[in-house]
């Protein structure tokens, strides 16, 4: 298995706070993505790194940035979470860009 | 985004039976890529596709990208209870970073 954690597993938090979640890899894979899960939708991108410090919008990046400064952290910030980011977050890497390996997850819910 | 049919949405399956889905786009695709997803886990890499017609096996499973790049197939063969799960299709255009999901098939096996 494609050493990923994430943290945290789980978290409850109020509408209009910051909340960051944490991706950290032990692969020094290049690549590290974030997608959102919800039913009906499936995975969804939000952002992905191609490097240290060099990332992209995926196609609902509204309302997240992200960040990594280093290659084993990819940090997922909502700036100000909303009920509507309530969701299942995946963190995932690869080593070229043909393939992905998921963590664990992390449970949000904004009420 | 790209829009990804998977199909069908769910199947209840006798232990022992075989087991087909599929996955079509509008898109053409350069990679395919399968995932199996239990509950509460980030979804697991069970085969990937990177040529037009290959067919590629995995255990008990095989999977093939379809000749007009446009369609992926997963095929289970001898089920067993162990097998149940939601099984993603991924697909990558020639260009870009992002993978687009299908929203997924729930398999159970009734022993």
């Known amino acids: 298995d494609a050493g990923i954690t994430q943290s945290p597993r789980h978290k409850v938090t109020e509408t209009g706070t910051p909340v960051t979640l944490r991706c950290h890899q032990t692969?020094?894979?290049?690549?590290m993505y974030w997608y959102r899960q919800d039913p009906g939708h499936g995975l969804r991108l939000i952002h992905y790194?191609?490097?240290?410090?060099?990332?992209d919008k995926g196609e609902v990046s509204d309302g997240y940035s992200v960040s990594r400064s280093k290659t084993e952290d990819f940090l997922l910030t909502l700036e100000s979470a909303t009920s509507s980011q309530t969701s299942v977050y995946f963190c995932?890497?690869?080593?070229?860009?043909?393939?992905?390996?998921f963590g664990p997850g992390t449970r949000l819910l904004v009420l | 985004g790209q829009q990804l049919n998977q199909s069908p949405q769910s199947m209840f399956i006798q232990e022992g039976e075989d087991v087909s889905m599929n996955c079509t786009s509008s898109?053409?695709?350069?990679?395919w890529l399968w995932y199996k997803q239990e509950p509460g886990e980030g979804p697991v890499l069970l085969i990937a596709?990177?040529?037009?017609?290959e067919l590629t096996s995995n255990g008990r499973l095989t999977a093939q990208f379809g000749i007009t790049r446009k369609d992926s197939f997963l095929n289970i063969s001898a089920s067993i209870p162990s097998d149940v799960g939601i099984y993603f299709c991924?697909?990558?255009?020639?260009?870009?970073?992002?993978?687009?999901f299908g929203t997924g098939t729930s398999l159970t096996v009734i022993p």
């Open positions: 995932a890497i690869s080593d070229r860009r043909e393939t992905q390996y």
């Open positions: 692969e020094n894979h290049r690549y």
């Open positions: 790194s191609y490097g240290v410090k060099d990332t």
């Open positions: 898109s053409i695709f350069n990679t």
């Open positions: 596709l990177y040529k037009a017609g």
């Open positions: 991924a697909g990558q255009l020639r260009t870009g970073n992002q993978f687009y």
